[in-house]
C-alpha cells in the first residue's frame, strides 16, 4: 500500500516557476515508478511525466519536454516535478501516482495509488 500527497501548487504568472512535490508512505515506494499527470477543466487526465524507481529513467509529454524535471529522492519517498517556464495552458490539476512495478509507463490506468492533487493556475 502506498499513500500519496501531493504539494506545491499555486498561482504563477506566466513564464514563472514551481516546483511540485509529491510525499509517499508505504515500504514499496523505493521500488515504485511514479509519474505526474494533470487535469485541466473540460478535458481528460494527461500523461505529464515519469520516473522509474530507480531513477534512471525518465518520460516526458512533449508539451512540457525542456521545461519540466521530475526527479526522486528516496531518502525523503519523495517525487517532484520541477515546473520552469510555465504556460496558461499548463494550468491544472495535477496528480502524482506510483505504480506497483519499478518500470515508468506513461499509461494513468496502470498507475494503482494517486494523490489527492493540487491546483496549479498560470496566468497571462
Known amino acids: 500500500q502506498v499513500q500519496l500527497v501531493e504539494s506545491g501548487g499555486g498561482l504563477v504568472q506566466a513564464g514563472g516557476s514551481l516546483r511540485l512535490s509529491c510525499a509517499a508512505s508505504?515500504?514499496?515506494?523505493?521500488?515504485?515508478?511514479m509519474g505526474w499527470f494533470r487535469q485541466a477543466p473540460g478535458k481528460e487526465r494527461e500523461f505529464v511525466a515519469a520516473?522509474?524507481?530507480?531513477?534512471?529513467?525518465?518520460y516526458y509529454a512533449d508539451s512540457v519536454k525542456g521545461r519540466f524535471t521530475v526527479s526522486r529522492d528516496h531518502a525523503k519517498n519523495t517525487v517532484y516535478l520541477q515546473m520552469n517556464s510555465l504556460k496558461p495552458e499548463d494550468t491544472a490539476v495535477y496528480y502524482c501516482?506510483?505504480?506497483?512495478?519499478?518500470?515508468?509507463?506513461?499509461?494513468?490506468?496502470?498507475?494503482?495509488?494517486w494523490g489527492q492533487g493540487t491546483q496549479v493556475t498560470v496566468s497571462s
Open positions: 501516482a506510483a505504480r506497483v512495478a519499478t518500470v515508468a509507463v506513461t499509461t494513468s490506468s496502470m498507475y494503482a495509488y
Open positions: 508505504g515500504r514499496t515506494f523505493s521500488r515504485s515508478a
Open positions: 520516473i522509474s524507481g530507480s531513477g534512471g529513467s525518465t
